[in-house]
């Protein structure tokens, strides 16, 4: 088993939809849960983390994290023809060294005007 | 916000040529990375560093050095390049794990093709 599972996609939408992405975990020891935009041929942009569980808000984005469940989720409101990137989440333990970051595949997002 | 920048955005190199791809944080970040990615394949580690001089391997080091003479300032070297690391490079670098985040930030990425 992987220790993080992403569905490739791609994933089209309308503009305006709500988008739903999600990755799943198997290290219990995870903390850090970390969602990246990456435009094509540039570098991931950090969009929003999360410490341990719950939710978090930022504009248009919300992050969830359900450790019960090792399940992760980035929401999209209002998606915009300016969202189509892919999206990677990553996960971290806390106080762990350096090669303790685990990304997920990425998930392709084609929003539709 | 920090800044992670990468000087070279594209380079074309022939294979047996020396490559080097320069990183540069401006956030006096302890850690910098440096990671590959390819379609398929996703990120790669292949060294860090968590202090001035100090490095350590990460998942595919091979064919590769590193270079940290300063705190903000990370080298990829690649010694006699090849046609399969034509490859996306990211630089990344994350605070110390005593004052920040166990997050990490991004440069714009360095696309190399070697003929």
């Known amino acids: 088993q992987k220790e993080v599972e992403q569905d490739p996609g791609p994933l089209s939408v309308p503009e305006g939809a709500i988008v739903s992405l999600n990755c799943t975990y198997s290290n219990s020891a995870f903390q850090y849960f970390m969602w990246y935009r990456q435009y094509s041929r540039k570098g991931p942009e950090l969009l929003m983390y999360?410490?341990?569980?719950g939710n978090k808000e930022d504009g248009r984005f919300t992050a969830q994290v359900d450790k019960s469940s090792k399940y992760i989720s980035l929401f999209i409101r209002d998606s915009q023809p300016s969202d189509s990137a892919t999206y990677l989440c990553a996960m971290s333990a806390y106080l762990s060294y350096g090669q303790n970051f685990v990304f997920g595949p990425g998930t392709r997002l084609s929003v539709l005007p | 916000d920090v800044k992670v920048t990468q000087s070279s955005r594209y380079l074309v190199k022939r294979t047996g040529e020396k490559v080097f791809l320069e990183c540069v944080q401006d956030?006096?970040?302890?850690?910098m990375f440096w990671y590959r990615q390819d379609p398929g394949l996703g990120l790669r580690l292949i060294y860090f560093s968590y202090d001035v001089k100090m490095k350590e391997k990460g998942d595919i080091p091979e064919g590769y050095s590193v270079s940290r003479e300063k705190k903000e300032r990370f080298s990829l070297i690649l010694e006699s390049a090849s046609t399969n690391q034509t490859s996306m490079y990211l630089c990344?670098?994350?605070?110390?794990?005593?004052?920040?985040?166990?997050?990490?930030?991004f440069g714009a990425g360095s696309r190399l093709t070697v003929l």
């Open positions: 956030m006096d970040h302890e850690n």
């Open positions: 999360t410490y341990s569980s």
């Open positions: 990344a670098s994350r605070p110390s794990l005593a004052t920040g985040a166990n997050v990490l930030t």
